[in-house]
């Protein structure tokens, strides 16, 4: 029997960039192929070939070993490939049943059943196990829930041969990506072939049958997972030996100890109840805990992004009133969001303008008198240390890799120079070998005195970066560790930590 899916020698350039140089790679029925390769290797503009969103240069693709001409999306889903975006592509202010069935909806003559989009809906998210309203307006919902939206659409066709995952965890919990593959397996053992594209080593390890490796567009190899270990996948990737083991801090010497914000009492409506905690300068200060415990919500306030509804926050020593982002920056207290689509970015704007637009509005200058030149000098100087994969610094955003963009997130808030450094998630999608280098940044950047706070799901680089580490559960602060008396399991017993129990 034929290959369920055949792809050769496919080439793809865009101005500046050959993004995809003679890649061939086989799918088999039933089987779950990793596709791994560095920020910018090529990954997701393989995956919108393959769905029809963008138009390869050459190259040959079969299914059922018939030659297809996948020019338009709608041709894609007929062929039975659907795919979860790396970036959601929902509509915000459609509910999560419209979202599903865009374009799909049932309909009697022109009139809309709205009654038969949710009842579907409904039953397709309880199939799922996913736990969702169909009429919740996707807006409202968290990046984890908006990505369960992705997941759902994607599985929603029901004759779907070939499903492409591109980064589909990036945004859930541990348990949320368990569900995710379950569902995985159980469409596997139905004969549907799946892609699934991930940094997270040990997500490939417990999913993928095999694993394919992108460096720089080209094809590199294919392995079957049991028969290769993370580091020889990791050395096909970077091109060049290195180790993904982590150590952890206890080498590194501890901050001065001058003070350089004070959180007291932090409470919100919402979820907040208490929030204290000291930052020191030259600190890392990492905080743990599972998607809502409120880590995000505490950043969030803190900077005045959202209203409080009790607590003190003290900038070196002096008592603040922080009302808005723009007060926090001004207080040089910057915030890198989790969401960099949402508030991160200006994806229709160059890399220059993203990376210096912040720090140049705030030398007050009018905007006709500021220096393009130093902006773009500036720019090009953070696109080499962070090693960004642009063609220029005139290169729109939107067209950099997912990883790269995060990038230029990053180094748009070194260019404003803030004292205090709140991280979000800053590894997100971001590949082991540029890891390493942020990892590097942040050490260097508390070496120099700035105060940071680090928000990560990742356990094992909270471990090995911070000083001291702050884990929260449902809205409180329930301990706080320093590395050498912290491990997994402890930070995970005092995430899980049910404050009803801690009251009783
Ligand atoms: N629409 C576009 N216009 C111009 N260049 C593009 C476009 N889409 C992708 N590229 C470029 O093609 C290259 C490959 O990008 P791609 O998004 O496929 O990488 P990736 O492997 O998915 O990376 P990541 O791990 O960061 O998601 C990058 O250099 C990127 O800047
Ligand atoms: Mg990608």
């Not at 743990?288 to 505490?298: D, H, K, S, V």
């Not at 500036?378 to 790269?404: E, H, Q, W, Y």
């Not at 709140?422 to 940044?441: M, N, Q, S």
């Amino acid at each position: 029997m034929s290959q369920l899916l055949t792809v050769e020698g496919i080439s793809k350039g865009f101005p500046g960039v050959q993004a995809l140089d003679g890649v061939n790679f086989e799918l088999d029925r039933g089987e779950v192929l990793a596709l791994v390769g560095e920020n910018g290797a090529g990954k997701s503009t393989l995956m919108k070939i393959l769905s029809g969103i963008y138009t390869m240069d050459s190259g040959r693709i079969a299914i059922d070993g018939d030659e297809v001409d996948v020019n338009d999306p709608k041709v894609a889903q007929k062929l039975g490939i659907s795919i979860i975006h790396q970036e959601m592509n929902l509509m915000p202010h459609l509910t999560v049943a419209q979202n599903i069935y865009i374009g799909r909806e049932p309909r009697t003559g022109p009139w809309l059943r709205d009654g038969e989009l949710n009842r579907r809906t409904k039953q397709l998210l309880e199939g799922l196990n996913i736990h969702l309203r169909p009429s919740q307006v996707v807006g409202d919902l968290t990046v984890a829930s908006q990505q369960m939206v992705e997941i759902a659409k994607a599985l929603s066709y029901d004759h779907t041969k070939i499903l492409i995952m591109d980064e589909p965890t990036s945004a859930i919990s541990i348990s949320e990506t368990q569900v995710l593959f379950g569902l995985i397996r159980s469409l596997r053992d139905r004969g549907v072939g799946i892609v699934y594209i991930s940094h997270r080593m040990e997500e490939l390890r417990q999913i993928a049958d095999r694993v394919t490796v992108l460096r720089d567009g080209q094809y590199v190899g294919t392995r079957r997972m049991d028969e290769v270990s993370d580091d020889e996948i990791i050395s096909m990737m970077v091109g060049r030996e290195i180790s993904a083991g982590y150590s952890s801090r206890q080498d590194v010497p501890a901050h001065t100890g001058e003070l350089a914000l004070s959180v007291r009492s932090l409470s919100t409506k919402k979820l907040l109840r208490d929030v204290s905690f000291d930052l020191h300068k030259g600190e890392i200060l990492g905080f743990a805990g599972l998607m809502g415990a409120g880590r995000t919500e505490t950043a969030r306030a803190l900077i005045g992004a959202d209203p409080v509804s009790g607590g003190t926050v003290a900038v070196n020593g002096k008592e603040v009133r922080i009302s808005g982002p723009e007060v926090a920056v001004r207080l040089g207290i910057g915030y890198l969001p989790e969401d960099r689509k949402r508030h991160g970015l200006m994806l229709e704007q160059d890399v220059a303008f993203n990376v210096a637009m912040a720090s140049l509005s705030s030398n007050k200058a009018p905007l006709g008198f500021l220096r393009e030149g130093r902006a773009r000098k500036v720019t090009d100087r953070f696109i080499k240390a962070l090693r960004i994969k642009t063609p220029s610094s005139r290169t729109m955003v939107k067209t950099l890799s997912g990883g790269n963009q995060q990038k230029v997130v990053i180094a748009k808030w070194l260019a404003r120079d803030c004292d205090v450094l709140i991280f979000d998630e800053p590894t997100r999608g971001i590949d082991v070998g540029a890891k390493e280098e942020i990892y590097k940044l942040l050490n260097d950047l508390a070496d120099e005195g700035k105060a940071i706070i680090m928000i990560s799901s990742e356990l094992p680089e909270v471990l090995r970066l911070s000083h001291r580490i702050v884990v929260m559960s449902q809205g409180r602060v329930t301990g706080t560790l320093t590395p050498d008396k912290a491990d997994q399991e402890s930070i995970m017993k005092l995430a899980t930590q049910n404050i009803e129990d801690v009251a009783a």
